[in-house]
């Protein structure tokens, strides 16, 4: 497979073998091999169906491989590391006749966090108001895909899968979500974004993976401008 | 191996023959029912059959949910198909005895009516493995088995209730049987078991041809794009 | 086993308070028992002796098809915007999330249950001959029999097209048991011919089994993705 | 006397009809795979 261009020195985090995954007559993922450094933000590239939320979606567990194998900070049963992936879906991910806290204090709940001021800080993170007490239903789009990263971040995981982070946000928005990512690299966080709007992340991301067919067909530091959509 | 096929096909057609003739000429005509007795030979063995083949199914279920085995799931498609087929033979059979017997098509006897669930779970079993959605369709399938199992020993006590407080007609199950009509049964048996055998052979040998197909048909779906552009 | 618990409460909390807000699963539920009620007390008008015998069979089915029609909501407010996966990602026990949904079931089933039976009373004239209280017993038994393996089922559906009708194909057969026990059970109490007690007993076994294969197996199938 | 006929008939007519779906559901199989061959030589 291809190398990455840095990553020979750190021993990977992630480590993807052969990952086949295979809906009946339809293989959404076709042999993925790949190992990923830590502390980098990698954004994934490439047309619809071409497998980038299936292997979004096998990375964080959700979705069990039908051939081949991953290993996360040394583990192949991902629901041992499953504290340390913060996973934020396409779909928002949150009940919407909740309101923001009640959303956030029940999936504390589901991560045994007792500390209280947790969730309202991390909806002070995503700048969101933790005192609004509407339900999601009544958010605007953009306020809700911020909403649905403050669930993915509340239990502060080292690793983070985000699908389409950016679609229907406003650019100002867009761009505190990136400066936000990018502190949180700086911070040791391996981040992964499948996005369609790469040019959002072309200063800050540090690879670009690029996938086609469901395999990765390249990987590269900079955006291939021509190419960028 | 598959010089063998032929082999069980042709001792099937003999044993088939000879078991009709010796259930329609050879058993002796039964005193009071008359020749409508002999629907017995094909009805008991068919029913003996179908359980034997539910049984394997369980197994292989449970073997399935333990190991993961594609072999063992394949095997439980194939019995729970040859057994609602064995099933359903006992199921129009039955009546088909009753009505001149009883002068009553169906009755709600405790063997008519497990029967009778039993082709029913089964057949949901099929219709599960036909509508999921999920690339887990055996796991499914296979939990679904295990209650099916689970469920069998208390329809049969529920009914066996149900019936000393309802007066039935009595079936003629008591005991006693001709040693010759045993004779005819069990020839009868090993004929309808050697036809189950034969059908679930061919019924492996598709299905392990039909997941080779979809092997590759998967691969190809996402090779077609590429080749397109 | 702590952690096992608190959460149950915690995503049973949830689940009672979304209930309240949108009330989908108790109108739907109760509207379509009332609809059952009134079609079938129209199509046969019973004395008072007919009734005892018929009864039973008709609360109960009745009762269930309301039902299934509750398991399906609980797991269509899971699939929007696809939270269950928020479930599925976290370390929290997949044990937790089904007895948390089979216990909310059981309370929109137990309570559609205490609004529809004086109904049934009023419109079929019941009186029963036997001990009354029975009832209690096997009403909570056996709404429990049907909600645990709804539950179970209607996870299992989740994964499937045309799911709603998936879930009565897949629950039927195997609770047939379980319905032929509270029919019965209904049945020799309101009559007072014979004792229930033995349908009581096939009822609570039917309810330890299943409960535990459930919970072996929940796991399992929550992630068979 | 008739209902013997009936439920033999009945016996072997469903173990055909079952016969005749697998082998129809193989020939099915086997076009597809000649389509298989057929685009990857």
Same mark, same amino acid.
């Given at each position: 497979?291809?190398?990455?261009?840095?990553?020979?020195?750190?021993?990977?985090?992630?480590?993807?073998?052969?990952?086949?995954?295979?809906?009946?007559?339809?293989?959404?993922?076709?042999?993925?091999?790949?190992?990923?450094?830590?502390? &980098?933000?990698?954004?994934?590239?490439?047309?619809?169906?071409?497998?980038?939320?299936?292997?979004?979606?096998?990375?964080?567990?959700?979705?069990?491989?039908?051939?081949?194998?991953?290993?996360?900070?040394?583990?192949?049963?991902?629901?041992?590391?499953?504290?340390?992936?913060?996973?934020?879906?396409?779909?928002?991910?949150?009940?919407?006749?909740?309101?923001?806290?009640?959303?956030?204090?029940?999936?504390?709940?589901?991560?045994?966090?007792?500390?209280?001021?947790?969730?309202?800080?991390?909806?002070?993170?995503?700048?969101?108001?933790?005192?609004?007490?509407?339900?999601?239903?009544?958010?605007? *789009?953009?306020?809700?895909?911020?909403?649905?990263?403050? &669930?993915?971040?509340?239990?502060?995981? *080292?690793?983070?899968?985000?699908?389409?982070?950016?679609?229907?946000?406003?650019?100002?928005?867009?761009?505190?979500?990136?400066?936000?990512?990018?502190?949180?690299?700086?911070?040791?966080?391996?981040?992964?974004?499948?996005?369609?709007?790469?040019?959002?992340?072309?200063?800050?991301?540090?690879?670009?993976?690029?996938?086609?067919?469901?395999?990765?067909?390249?990987?590269?530091?900079?955006?291939?401008?021509?190419?960028?959509? | 191996?598959?010089?063998?096929?032929?082999?069980?096909?042709?001792?099937?057609?003999?044993?088939?023959?000879?078991?009709?003739?010796?259930?329609?000429?050879?058993?002796?005509?039964?005193?009071?029912?008359?020749?409508?007795?002999?629907?017995?030979?094909?009805?008991?063995?068919?029913?003996?059959?179908?359980?034997?083949?539910?049984?394997?199914?369980?197994?292989?279920?449970?073997?399935?949910?333990?190991?993961?085995?594609?072999?063992?799931?394949?095997?439980?498609?194939?019995?729970?198909?040859?057994?609602?087929?064995?099933?359903?033979?006992?199921?129009?059979?039955?009546?088909?005895?009753?009505?001149?017997?009883?002068?009553?098509?169906?009755?709600?006897?405790?063997?008519?009516?497990?029967?009778?669930?039993?082709?029913?779970?089964?057949?949901?079993?099929?219709?599960?493995?036909?509508?999921?959605?999920?690339?887990?369709?055996?796991?499914?399938?296979?939990?679904?088995?295990?209650?099916?199992?689970?469920?069998?020993?208390?329809?049969?006590?529920?009914?066996?209730?149900?019936?000393?407080?309802?007066?039935?007609?009595?079936?003629?199950?008591?005991?006693?049987?001709?040693?010759?009509?045993?004779?005819?049964?069990?020839?009868?048996?090993?004929?309808?078991?050697?036809?189950?055998?034969?059908?679930?052979?061919?019924?492996?040998?598709?299905?392990?041809? *039909?997941? *080779?197909?979809?092997?590759?048909?998967?691969?190809?779906?996402?090779?077609?794009?590429?080749?397109?552009? | 086993?702590?952690?096992?618990?608190?959460?149950?409460?915690?995503?049973?909390?949830?689940?009672?308070?979304?209930?309240?807000?949108?009330?989908?699963?108790?109108?739907?539920?109760?509207?379509?028992?009332?609809?059952?009620?009134?079609?079938?007390?129209?199509?046969?008008?019973?004395?008072?002796?007919?009734?005892?015998?018929?009864?039973?069979?008709?609360?109960?089915?009745?009762?269930?098809?309301?039902?299934?029609?509750?398991?399906?909501?609980?797991?269509? &407010?899971?699939?929007?915007?696809?939270?269950?996966?928020?479930?599925?990602?976290?370390?929290?026990?997949?044990?937790?999330?089904?007895?948390?949904?089979?216990?909310?079931?059981?309370?929109?089933?137990?309570?559609?249950?205490?609004?529809?039976?004086?109904?049934?009373?009023?419109?079929?004239?019941?009186?029963?001959?036997?001990?009354?209280?029975?009832?209690?017993?096997?009403?909570?038994?056996?709404?429990?029999?049907?909600?645990?393996?709804?539950?179970?089922?209607?996870?299992?559906?989740?994964?499937?097209?045309?799911?709603?009708?998936?879930?009565?194909?897949?629950?039927?057969?195997?609770?047939?048991?379980?319905?032929?026990?509270?029919?019965?059970?209904?049945?020799?109490?309101?009559?007072?011919?014979?004792?229930?007690?033995?349908?009581?007993?096939?009822?609570?076994?039917?309810?330890?089994?299943?409960?535990?294969?459930?919970?072996?197996?929940?796991?399992?199938?929550?992630?068979?993705? | 006397?008739?209902?013997?006929?009936?439920?033999?008939?009945?016996?072997?007519?469903?173990?055909?009809?079952?016969?005749?779906?697998?082998?129809?559901?193989?020939?099915?199989?086997?076009?597809?795979?000649?389509?298989?061959?057929?685009?990857?030589?």
């Amino acid at each position: 497979m291809n190398q990455s261009p840095s990553a020979a020195a750190v021993p990977p985090i992630i480590e993807i073998a052969n990952l086949v995954k295979q809906f009946g007559r339809f293989a959404a993922l076709r042999g993925v091999t790949a190992e990923f450094a830590p502390a &980098r933000l990698y954004v994934i590239l490439g047309d619809n169906g071409a497998g980038k939320t299936t292997l979004l979606r096998s990375l964080a567990g959700l979705s069990r491989p039908t051939r081949g194998s991953i290993s996360i900070a040394g583990k192949t049963d991902l629901r041992e590391v499953c504290r340390q992936i913060g996973y934020m879906a396409h779909p928002t991910l949150l009940y919407d006749e909740l309101s923001a806290m009640e959303n956030l204090g029940y999936f504390a709940r589901l991560y045994e966090i007792n500390d209280s001021s947790r969730c309202a800080n991390v909806i002070t993170t995503v700048k969101l108001d933790p005192s609004l007490e509407r339900p999601v239903a009544q958010y605007s *789009q953009g306020m809700r895909q911020r909403l649905s990263l403050a &669930r993915a971040l509340l239990h502060e995981p *080292q690793i983070l899968l985000l699908d389409e982070p950016f679609s229907n946000v406003d650019v100002r928005s867009a761009h505190d979500m990136v400066a936000l990512l990018a502190s949180m690299r700086s911070a040791g966080k391996t981040i992964f974004v499948v996005t369609h709007q790469a040019t959002l992340l072309a200063e800050t991301a540090d690879e670009f993976i690029w996938m086609e067919a469901g395999q990765i067909v390249d990987r590269t530091a900079h955006l291939k401008t021509a190419e960028a959509p | 191996m598959k010089r063998a096929f032929p082999i069980l096909a042709a001792l099937t057609g003999i044993l088939l023959s000879y078991a009709l003739y010796e259930a329609l000429v050879a058993a002796p005509t039964e005193q009071t029912m008359g020749n409508v007795q002999r629907i017995f030979y094909y009805h008991v063995p068919s029913a003996w059959t179908a359980f034997l083949l539910f049984f394997i199914n369980f197994i292989a279920s449970v073997f399935y949910l333990i190991r993961r085995s594609p072999t063992a799931d394949a095997i439980a498609v194939v019995t729970a198909e040859v057994g609602v087929v064995f099933c359903t033979v006992v199921l129009v059979t039955g009546p088909l005895w009753a009505r001149p017997v009883w002068g009553i098509w169906w009755t709600w006897d405790i063997r008519l009516t497990s029967t009778l669930v039993l082709w029913l779970i089964y057949v949901a079993y099929l219709m599960l493995r036909r509508f999921s959605t999920s690339g887990q369709t055996p796991v499914l399938a296979a939990a679904l088995a295990v209650f099916g199992a689970l469920d069998v020993p208390l329809v049969y006590f529920s009914i066996w209730i149900f019936r000393t407080q309802h007066p039935q007609p009595v079936i003629g199950g008591g005991g006693s049987i001709d040693p010759r009509m045993l004779h005819v049964l069990l020839i009868n048996w090993a004929a309808f078991l050697c036809l189950a055998a034969l059908l679930c052979w061919s019924r492996f040998r598709l299905e392990r041809l *039909q997941r *080779q197909v979809e092997d590759a048909q998967a691969l190809e779906s996402m090779l077609a794009p590429e080749r397109s552009r | 086993m702590n952690s096992l618990a608190g959460i149950t409460r915690a995503t049973l909390a949830k689940d009672l308070r979304l209930e309240w807000r949108s009330k989908d699963a108790i109108n739907s539920m109760l509207f379509f028992a009332l609809l059952v009620v009134v079609v079938f007390s129209f199509s046969f008008d019973p004395n008072a002796e007919e009734s005892r015998q018929i009864a039973g069979g008709l609360i109960w089915v009745a009762f269930l098809f309301a039902a299934v029609v509750a398991l399906n909501q609980t797991w269509a &407010r899971e699939l929007r915007n696809q939270v269950l996966d928020a479930y599925r990602v976290s370390p929290a026990p997949a044990n937790s999330l089904f007895l948390a949904k089979a216990l909310g079931n059981f309370i929109f089933v137990t309570v559609l249950e205490a609004l529809m039976t004086p109904l049934f009373i009023i419109f079929y004239k019941l009186r029963a001959l036997g001990p009354a209280w029975q009832l209690i017993p096997v009403a909570l038994l056996g709404t429990w029999a049907l909600v645990v393996n709804g539950t179970f089922f209607a996870a299992i559906s989740l994964r499937t097209r045309s799911r709603e009708i998936m879930l009565p194909l897949l629950l039927f057969p195997i609770s047939l048991p379980a319905i032929l026990g509270l029919v019965n059970a209904t049945t020799f109490i309101l009559t007072g011919e014979y004792s229930a007690r033995f349908w009581i007993v096939l009822l609570a076994t039917y309810d330890v089994i299943f409960t535990i294969a459930c919970l072996l197996l929940f796991e399992t199938v929550l992630h068979a993705e | 006397m008739n209902f013997l006929y009936a439920a033999y008939t009945a016996t072997w007519l469903i173990h055909i009809t079952y016969a005749v779906t697998l082998v129809r559901r193989y020939q099915r199989l086997r076009k597809e795979i000649d389509e298989l061959k057929d685009r990857q030589p």
